[in-house]
């Protein structure tokens, strides 16, 4: 994996990065609310997810605490009544 140096003199400059498309299976509910929150914040589930675990691998909250309530209510509209903890006892066919 290509390491990229800090540069503090240039901290405004982009970085060119290169996108690669996927092909991950992922439970039906919890991607209507991801597509959801993206749509929230006017970004694509691609660009979501990205946030979501660089936020992740650095052991930091990636969701304001009004983008925690936006989930809380999109969950509840697509029946995503299961978190973490019910997620280690799923039963797929793919694992």
Do not use: C
């Not at 509910?29 to 691998?57: P, Q, T």
């Not at 309530?69 to 903890?85: N, S, T």
């Amino acid at each position: 994996m290509t390491q990229h140096k800090d540069q503090t003199s240039g901290e405004d400059q982009k970085i060119k990065i290169e996108r690669v498309q996927t092909g991950i299976r992922m439970e039906k509910r919890m991607v209507k609310v991801l597509k959801a929150m993206a749509e929230y914040h006017d970004i694509s589930v691609g660009v979501l997810l990205e946030k979501i675990v660089l936020h992740a691998f650095e052991n930091k909250p990636v969701f304001t605490e009004e983008s925690l309530e936006k989930v809380k209510a999109i969950k509840e509209v697509y029946d995503m009544d299961y978190g973490l903890e019910t997620s280690r006892r799923w039963n797929d066919s793919e694992n």
